[in-house]
């Protein structure tokens, strides 16, 4: 049976869509895990290609296709071959994967040594461009989002007792030259903040956390100012952006600060001929 | 032009249907306000009758045709004008009434003084019952989210300063014998809490924010039961129950506290012959 | 050392907690799987206990203890467990468990038989009561979310061609004095509706989908009873409630049904001395 | 009492905050409206200001000062006397505001002019900077949110009866040298889809819309490149993007198209010395 293919007609609209595909499509994947090789969990995958303006539509369901060929893995060098797969099989000069997913880090107590796992949502947002004459024509941001706790300055510093403090996320976007982990991004951030969050925390270790950030009060700016401070200085980094945003504990609506920029690898991409 | 008219075939399943209409229809609506009468805001309506086993359908429109109608204000008379519009119309048992909003409140910052708006997530939960023999048929809830700032007692006992404290969220829902103002039960809620949230506080506000807040350490369990005292000796209060849920500044989780029971009202309607 | 235990300390508010607790730690678990025995998912994960009227408050820490203890599989025997662990550790009469995690299952395409997977919103809601006299003391309610799509026969009826038709959720919760498998409330749930939904459907899948669709209509009214009728004569269904949503697409708000009722496991239940 | 200003201290890391404010503030505003003048509705509003990195901190409590002094009308005049208060008053370079809102319009349907309200989720998202040469420094975006119904072109091609359908949202985001209401947006919208929403329709009005898309198919794709034909067209139009989701109704994720684009009055102001 020969059915007519919709998708295939020429459109004489003359105007090419910048990115069409499929958003949404929820599947199980494995990651790359640095203490236990990989973690099985769930993402919410989207994925798109350009379409020149000759083309009516695109073919949907062989987004569906690729990731199904690829299901298992997940990682930079199965992005890099489901991205070759789209733009062969699109016959299209882009595409754009984006892979959010849970991500979860054994954690031990800091007094009690109590282990017990977190969760950060994370993501690999990708594309690919044919003409990019490079050869890492691949272009790869990771995003991790962090959540930790932030203690006031100034409300520590200008109250007798106390000092409100709230949870908070930290939300880190590399380009990078090497690998960085997305453990590293997470003990960046909870470094940077006035502590990092557990999922169990015995008596003990409850003093510590409360005395800790106490110690390490933080506006929002300064955990941005810490952890941009760390990346500008990581050989490893190209760009970056760091959100911080905090839930206010005196207020219903949140305090936030953003900072972009480059890193010392996009100094040493600059200088190359 | 007859068109069949699908809705009211009969259906011979035998299967009558609980709740039958409309969910999500978001409407500008007008609601009482003890300040200053009115106050404009924005709705989220549901609207369901019961459908006996032999209707294949309901007519989902005539719903939105009663909103259309009364729009314009909220109040407990038109709700329930509403209600019975809808049972005459649908020729049903019952109906019932979900309206969803946010209500805002002007507040004065403790210390300062200055003045700015708090937003408040209310409800109004209503059902009509034809079969109900008693005049006051219609059964209200009126439910209120109210922000606050808990700061936990345990963490101020065991550490040498400071003590870990976050926004939480106490949701109170009454049925009542006679009016209880959304500000009452907002009040109600703040006054439980270790401190209630502020729009705008400037610094003399935040440090006595800060410092009420450590002198009134609250566990999700204490606000729950301060609210559940004042209710239960509350003489107007039929019947109560109150959630009282932690964004915990120190895990990724929440603490959870929920009480439900009967208010002074309750008892004297039992008495009653 | 020893650091003072704020929460046993006494309470003279006289006031009992029905529920006490954490909500939404998420967590990596394993469920049971009727083609693959196991499948690895994330759940949202929330338990509680009652408080008597004379603690002060609750240990939270223990509840992320118990989770953590039985990570791994979630069955119905893994589940009784924890509730009986949780009575235990808290020495309190009821508990409560509540586990939301996506499900995943592999579907062939009608005509082409291409293989991709599903998901599916699923939820274990448990509770344990010391009190029951029963042996089958856990009260257990199964609940699975299922993605169908719904045509409308009334716009089938009345128009010269086509029909329109949306995505739609029906929800069914079953308590069930014998296994029911996920697997069956969904095929449950997609039978009754217009279609079931794939993530992957070539051109010939789409086909036989849209006309499948078109030649079944369906209300949200019917949807929950077709759902009902057959839970009705399902002898291992103690109750049911079935809700069938439909994200109409001519309009912005939704259509809605809902059917609470008895299977016949609960009339055999009765009937016993 | 002359307390200690903490983010008024000077920080020697060397970083500035390209964004630091407050996000998710709740108000309620007035907004212009083609019809009746104004309408009432309740705002989600972010404030930022760039912070040199000699400064510690920002001082939050003045955004919602701010805010609270423009409370009332939000009109193009306002939001640039807005931003100008914040430029000044927290002396920053750039200052950023977001404001996102329901707006309501009334609607008559096709056939039996029944009159209804739909909402649409709109947003201004406005920048003033103080580096700019030009007068007009405030660079304004104006983005609708508009749900649509799009019927599938390759479904009712290729099946004997029927079409797959679904409720869809086109987001719309514009740059102008001269105003453009939102009612025109979407207009442009609704006409680009298989058929526009309505709250309320009769039966023959259902029966028209059914028909309507039926004899209207549209991909996601034909959807942006409609609307980006007209914006093309538009000499007011000097910055364009269009999204189109489709929440397919025979898939559980969506398709998505997006273009951006320049309009007639990019291309007279590049012209112009």
Request: with cysteine; aromatic share 6%; hydrophobic share 40%.
């Amino acid at each position: 049976m020969s059915m007519h293919d919709t998708q295939n007609e020429r459109d004489n609209r003359r105007i090419p869509i910048n990115k069409v595909g499929i958003k949404h499509l929820v599947y199980p994947i494995m990651v790359l895990d640095r203490e236990n090789k990989t973690q099985p969990t769930v993402a919410d995958i989207s994925l798109y290609v350009d379409l020149p303006h000759h083309y009516k539509g695109t073919h949907m369901s062989r987004f569906v296709e690729v990731v199904n060929e690829h299901r298992g893995l997940v990682s930079l060098r199965s992005i890099e071959a489901i991205l070759g797969s789209i733009v062969e099989r699109f016959d299209s000069l882009t595409a754009h994967l984006e892979i959010r997913f849970p991500y979860f880090v054994e954690k031990s107590a800091p007094v009690s040594g109590a282990r017990s796992l977190m969760n950060y949502n994370c993501a690999f947002l990708a594309s690919l461009d044919r003409r990019a004459r490079r050869r890492a024509a691949m272009d790869l941001i990771v995003e991790v989002a962090v959540p930790v706790a932030t203690l006031c300055p100034c409300s520590k510093d200008i109250s007798s007792a106390g000092a409100h403090n709230q949870r908070s996320q930290v939300i880190i976007r590399t380009r990078s030259a090497a690998l960085v982990w997305i453990e590293e991004l997470i003990g960046l951030a909870e470094d940077s903040a006035s502590s990092g969050l557990y999922a169990l925390l015995k008596r003990a270790d409850e003093k510590h956390v409360t005395e800790h950030a106490y110690q390490h009060p933080r506006f929002a700016e300064d955990v941005a100012r810490m952890v941009a401070q760390r990346l500008c200085a990581d050989k490893r980094v190209i760009w970056f952006q760091v959100e911080s945003e905090n839930s206010e504990s005196i207020h219903n609506h949140n305090a936030y600060a953003m900072i972009e920029g480059a890193g010392p690898a996009a100094q040493r991409r600059r200088k190359r001929p």
